[in-house]
């Protein structure tokens, strides 16, 4: 498959790259910088801003898959960045004649999952994480309501631990839903395998142990 990944130099991103390039994929690239992903001959990466639609553009032009993968490092404030991105890629998405499945990474605590969170973390996402997971939630529904073909990935806190393949994955959160850790390998071990064969669009699936 040819497959875009928009914010791939760090974190899940960067982890996706690489699962990507093992599975024979060709993968094209678009973040801010390109230092840190890896030369491949079934790569192209592309210097640019996901806040910029000819940078989209480019960079999804006859992919089969789209994964957006946007960090905003260790700001916990209001960026513009997902909003302002989900925007973009969305006028981006509708300019071709195909639509490939996007597949967008926010986190658990956004759009009604946030109801579902415990006490303590609810806590600490009112004093440290409230406006970065208000941006999330409204880059998921920007893209959700425009364009039916994608998802939207929620895992719980993302750790530096090692690929298990084996997690939990959570669509239907009642009063007992616990979302725990997981490892950035992971998550993205979950996204390359949705990327290929797709279970969840229109869903927002929860990840954790």
């Given at each position: 498959?040819?497959?875009?990944?928009?914010?791939?130099?760090?974190?899940?991103?960067?982890?996706?790259?690489?699962?990507?390039?093992?599975?024979?994929?060709?993968?094209?690239?678009?973040?801010?910088s390109i230092e840190t992903i890896p030369?491949?001959?079934?790569?192209?990466?592309?210097?640019?801003?996901?806040?910029?639609?000819?940078?989209?553009?480019?960079?999804?032009?006859?992919?089969?898959?789209?994964?957006?993968?946007?960090?905003?490092?260790?700001?916990?404030?209001?960026?513009?960045?997902?909003?302002?991105?989900?925007?973009?890629?969305?006028?981006?998405?509708?300019?071709?004649?195909?639509?490939?499945?996007?597949?967008?990474?926010?986190?658990?605590?956004?759009?009604?999952?946030?109801?579902?969170?415990?006490?303590?973390?609810?806590?600490?996402?009112?004093?440290?994480?409230?406006?970065?997971?208000?941006?999330?939630?409204?880059?998921?529904?920007?893209?959700?309501?425009?364009?039916p073909n994608s998802m939207f990935v929620?895992?719980?806190?993302?750790?530096?631990?090692?690929?298990?393949?084996?997690?939990?994955?959570?669509?239907?959160?009642?009063?007992?839903?616990?979302?725990?850790?997981?490892?950035?390998?992971?998550?993205?071990?979950?996204?390359?395998?949705?990327?290929?064969?797709?279970?969840?669009?229109?869903?927002?699936?929860?990840?954790?142990?």
């Amino acid at each position: 498959m040819r497959i875009a990944v928009i914010g791939a130099s760090a974190g899940v991103g960067l982890e996706l790259v690489d699962q990507l390039l093992d599975r024979g994929h060709s993968v094209i690239t678009l973040s801010r910088s390109i230092e840190t992903i890896p030369d491949h001959p079934n790569i192209k990466k592309i210097r640019g801003s996901s806040l910029n639609q000819d940078d989209i553009a480019k960079a999804i032009n006859n992919a089969e898959a789209v994964l957006v993968t946007l960090g905003t490092g260790m700001s916990t404030k209001a960026t513009g960045l997902y909003p302002g991105s989900a925007s973009a890629i969305l006028s981006a998405l509708q300019q071709l004649p195909a639509k490939p499945l996007l597949i967008g990474l926010t986190g658990f605590g956004a759009g009604d999952s946030w109801n579902y969170n415990s006490f303590l973390m609810k806590l600490l996402f009112n004093l440290f994480l409230k406006d970065a997971y208000a941006e999330k939630t409204q880059m998921e529904q920007l893209i959700s309501k425009g364009y039916p073909n994608s998802m939207f990935v929620r895992p719980g806190r993302l750790t530096k631990g090692p690929l298990s393949k084996t997690y939990r994955v959570v669509t239907a959160l009642d009063a007992r839903t616990r979302i725990g850790a997981i490892s950035r390998k992971d998550v993205a071990h979950f996204m390359a395998e949705q990327a290929e064969h797709p279970d969840f669009i229109g869903k927002y699936p929860a990840l954790s142990y």
